[in-house]
């Protein structure tokens, strides 16, 4: 036998013990693993899902500048609307909570008017922020309603 017939032996052995343990690994047997239903109902993302998808739709008529899922935070880019030009509005919404609530929801809105060529800032009636947030809440319900059956 030759010196490198003896050191094949021991290294063929080695990789039949790796190659068997590694088949019983994969489960070469005829257990089949269960469904993990919990792990089903995990989501990535960070907050509630229905006021995330109702706040989404609310302000979908405008550009979109930054969509965090997992921190809950909308923000939109400037925008006018095509019958009245001269104003554009810039939105900000937050979700702060994983549970469907109203005071989980926060939405700032800045609002800029046209002078002269130049955007100055100019103030937001509350009952404007206040509507925005009232149209996300009853989306976020009603797809609830829907989701629930």
């Given at each position: 036998?030759?010196?490198?017939?003896?050191y094949?032996?021991?290294?063929?052995?080695?990789?039949?013990?790796a190659?068997?343990?590694?088949?019983?690994?994969?489960?070469?047997?005829?257990?089949?693993?269960?469904?993990?239903?919990?792990?089903?109902?995990?989501?990535?993302?960070?907050?509630n899902?229905?006021?995330?998808?109702?706040?989404?739709?609310?302000?979908?008529?405008?550009?979109?500048?930054?969509?965090?899922s997992?921190?809950?935070?909308?923000?939109?880019?400037?925008?006018?609307?095509?019958?009245?030009?001269?104003?554009r509005?810039?939105?900000?919404?937050?979700?702060?909570?994983?549970?469907?609530?109203?005071?989980?929801?926060?939405?700032?809105?800045?609002?800029?008017?046209?002078q002269?060529?130049?955007?100055?800032?100019a103030?937001?009636?509350?009952?404007?922020?206040?509507?925005?947030?009232?149209?996300?809440?009853?989306?976020?319900?009603?797809?609830?309603?829907?989701?629930?059956?």
């Amino acid at each position: 036998m030759s010196a490198f017939a003896t050191y094949r032996r021991p290294a063929t052995f080695v990789v039949a013990i790796a190659a068997s343990l590694g088949l019983a690994a994969c489960g070469g047997g005829r257990e089949r693993p269960q469904a993990d239903l919990a792990a089903a109902q995990i989501t990535t993302i960070g907050v509630n899902s229905y006021l995330w998808r109702a706040a989404l739709e609310a302000v979908s008529f405008a550009p979109l500048l930054q969509a965090d899922s997992n921190g809950g935070v909308i923000v939109t880019d400037w925008y006018a609307n095509p019958s009245n030009p001269g104003e554009r509005v810039k939105m900000t919404v937050t979700i702060l909570d994983s549970n469907l609530r109203a005071d989980a929801l926060r939405v700032a809105a800045s609002r800029q008017v046209n002078q002269g060529g130049t955007w100055v800032d100019a103030p937001v009636q509350a009952a404007t922020v206040q509507k925005l947030e009232d149209i996300i809440l009853t989306k976020a319900r009603e797809l609830r309603r829907e989701a629930m059956g």
